[in-house]
């Protein structure tokens, strides 16, 4: 039994690496929505369309006029609509979104392997890569588009580097695909074609693709599809620090750059380059010039307002982690050409790191019932499945499902807030155990309904309250 154990070949262990890294990956996720550990704003996005598409709607958001396509261009995530339809549930999505992030550890597996030639270490970058903080933790983060273009970006680079140009190309179009904003990754490709001096054709081609999809997409977003991701483009959601328009954010970059390193250098910054760059040794990815195709994207973050670009568990960073460890790769190989004997005790130091990673992400509490746990299920049971509900966001996707639903902060203090919705909605749930994120909403709410005849009471339990509107 020992020798056939020992008799596996990498490539095997990879591959049960990546199943195992599915399953569990989606096992700590069930745990922690179905237990009501976190937000679900993002996941009910998906969850809701995918759900009223069934319906006979077209892919609607739930907290804005307008559809999926008008927050971002993700046809990637709309192709798995198919599987939605017999597994109707929103843990489908988060499954199909583990299995996504654990087979982009291939391709990278791949590359190494045949790059180095060690087999040994190529497992253990495998390895990094699934338990790298900023990819593993995307696992339970909601549902992003980000997740379903992260395996193409990845063959898209063994593909450039196997010079395979119709496959590159195939890759870096599916990969716009999932979300154009990933454009500002695919074009920069481009600009590493040219450093490694090769053909016209691969320094053109994704240059021209990318921004010429990123102006397509752009115009869709702000002309023909309704929704919240125009503004991303005609208003400075990102960069508010420089200005109020595009064109005075242009100009503080071009007249302040003083300013604009003085954001980008910030001590929140610096905090989070240390805790995104550990795993790869703080300058592994540098020390090759694949690391261009990870630039635009750091340096996005570096200069972006939006203090969520610098989260280790957000999914801001899961492409850059992507480019930052096939950059890496090159770089390995640079220092075994010095001494080959380097690469195994660098890689499984690198896979270390990335499993003490953890503590970035990981919150016991988060996958463990809460006090309100028994109330919380009740409330799922006793509103209609044809009644709208106002709810909390960690159980906002679990009413997904309803043919309207909205939470206290979106309505009352989000960016597209509107207090005469309120009058819309058939139910109103209160949970008074939660205190995190967008809770404090629940206090405005509470003060509008607590004495008013338009509401009755459902039930009143464990601090848990659910409220029927009658008139």
Not at 96 to 101: A, E, F, G, H, N
Request: with cysteine; glycine share 6%.
């Amino acid at each position: 039994m020992r020798n056939s154990i020992r008799k596996l070949s990498t490539d095997i262990w990879m591959r049960l690496l990546i199943v195992v890294a599915a399953l569990v990956g989606f096992y700590f996720t069930y745990q922690k929505y179905s237990h009501f550990g976190g937000d679900t704003n993002d996941l009910t996005v998906y969850s809701y369309a995918f759900a009223q598409t069934l319906k006979g709607r077209f892919f609607p958001l739930y907290y804005v006029p307008g559809h999926l396509l008008g927050n971002h261009l993700n046809f990637i995530i709309l192709a798995t609509l198919p599987v939605y339809a017999i597994f109707q549930s929103f843990c489908t999505l988060l499954f199909l979104q583990s299995v996504i992030i654990a087979i982009s550890a291939w391709p990278l597996y791949r590359l190494a392997k045949e790059v180095w030639q060690n087999e040994l270490a190529a497992l253990a970058i495998g390895g990094v890569f699934l338990l790298f903080p900023t990819i593993v933790s995307q696992h339970v983060n909601q549902i992003h588009d980000d997740q379903f273009a992260l395996p193409f970006l990845m063959w898209a680079f063994y593909w450039f580097w196997r010079e395979d140009y119709w496959k590159f190309m195939l890759m870096i179009m599916l990969t716009c695909l999932a979300k154009e904003t990933v454009t500002i990754t695919t074009v920069a490709f481009g600009v590493y074609a040219l450093f490694l001096r090769r053909s016209w054709k691969w320094v053109v081609t994704p240059i021209v693709f990318s921004v010429g999809y990123f102006i397509l997409a752009m115009v869709l977003l702000t002309k023909v599809f309704p929704g919240a991701g125009g503004s991303l483009y005609t208003g400075t959601d990102y960069l508010d620090a420089y200005g109020k328009s595009p064109g005075e954010v242009l100009t503080t970059f071009v007249t302040h750059p003083d300013f604009v390193l003085q954001r980008m250098f910030a001590s929140d910054k610096m905090a989070y380059l240390g805790e995104l760059l550990l795993p790869v040794l703080y300058l592994l990815p540098f020390l090759s010039l694949a690391v261009i195709v990870a630039l635009p994207n750091l340096l996005l973050n570096l200069i972006g307002t939006n203090s969520a670009f610098v989260v280790i568990p957000w999914h801001y960073s899961l492409l850059l982690t992507g480019t930052l460890l096939a950059a890496s790769v090159f770089s390995l190989k640079r220092l075994a050409r010095w001494r080959a004997s380097v690469l195994t005790p660098i890689t499984v130091g690198m896979l270390v790191l990335a499993f003490f990673g953890i503590r970035y992400w990981y919150s016991a509490e988060e996958y463990q019932p809460g006090p309100e746990q028994a109330q919380l299920e009740r409330a799922l049971r006793e509103v209609p499945k044809d009644a709208s509900i106002l709810t909390t966001t960690p159980t906002l996707a679990r009413f997904s499902d309803r043919p309207k639903v909205n939470s206290a902060y979106s309505i009352l203090v989000g960016k597209f807030k509107n207090p005469a919705q309120l009058a819309e909605y058939d139910y109103v749930l209160l949970d008074g155990h939660w205190h995190t994120g967008e809770a404090f909403a629940q206090v405005p709410l509470y003060n509008v309904v607590k004495n008013n005849p338009a509401y009755q009471p459902v039930f009143m339990e464990n601090n848990v309250l659910l409220l029927r509107r009658i008139k």
